[in-house]
């Protein structure tokens, strides 16, 4: 850190200040003295390395995105809504116990009815807590009986934590044989899925949910239904 901040301050130092041969001590001098004459210089310096550093940052979530793309829309082990053959796939990264992941889901289901040209790939990523993560297991387990969807509406519906109790009352209201779902919820697509997810968030930067993947854009965090479609937008004007 240090070294970097020497060097984003040289950078803001008159040109004449640093164009001859200089040690590290005169270095230092130069810009302790800068420094004192303009205090401010320390703020762009910091700005400075957070913009380096969040340029970096863009550039190798985009290198991430162009090799990862592939998997992430076609992933089989990831369930999906909407239309198979879509031109327009959203992956959307949630968890079942986060208030802004339930508050997007409506918005997303309201995508799905009003465009039938896409699709929403899942990706469960539960941070949230043991109960999250037995609700994931639970939805992705469903799939093996052909329920997926409506686990999921059930447990994005559902009121307070998705807890064990709540999650496998669900489970029984919606005709799914629970003993069945228990097993299922241990098995290797399940921890392969869940691990995938986790790792993927990683490499694109992602530290909270809901987070989607629309196109070209990174988007973290719940936004409106208007600039989900805007970014719906941008994905087919790119194409």
């Known amino acids: 850190m240090r070294k970097l901040l020497a060097a984003s301050l040289m950078t803001l130092l008159p040109f ?31 700005a400075l390395i957070e913009e380096q550093r969040n340029a970096a940052q863009a550039a190798a979530q985009a290198e991430t995105l162009l090799r990862q793309r592939a998997f992430l829309e076609n992933d089989p ?15 959307e990264f949630f968890d079942y116990n986060c208030p802004y992941c339930k508050r997007a889901a409506g918005d997303v289901k309201a995508l799905l009815a009003a465009d039938d040209d896409l699709r929403v790939v899942y990706r469960e990523w539960p941070i949230l807590g043991e109960g999250s993560v037995l609700a994931s297991r639970a939805a992705l387990a ?22 064990e109790a709540s999650i496998l009352a669900l489970a029984r209201s ?3 044989d629970v003993d069945q779902l228990r097993e299922d919820m241990q098995s290797d697509d399940v921890n392969s899925h869940i691990a995938a997810s986790e790792q993927l968030a990683q490499n ?31 994905a087919r004007s790119a194409e």
């Not at 005169?26 to 210089?41: F, G, M, T, V």
């Not at 469903?142 to 447990?155: C, D, I, S, T, V």
């Open 142 to 163: 469903a799939r093996n009986q052909g329920k997926y969807e409506e686990m999921h509406w059930g447990l994005m519906e559902m009121r307070g934590r998705a807890e």
């Open 204 to 234: 694109l930067g992602f530290t909270g949910t809901p987070a989607f993947v629309i196109g070209d854009a990174l988007v973290p965090g719940a936004i409106p239904l208007a600039e989900l479609q805007q970014y719906i937008a941008q």
């Open 174 to 176: 919606i005709g799914l």
């Open 16 to 46: 004449g200040a640093v164009a001859q041969t200089v040690s590290d001590e005169d270095i230092k001098a130069l810009a302790l003295e800068a420094i004192r004459e303009n205090p401010q210089i320390i703020m762009e310096a910091i």
């Open 77 to 91: 082990n990831a369930p999906f809504v909407g239309n198979p053959d879509a031109g327009t796939v959203i992956v």
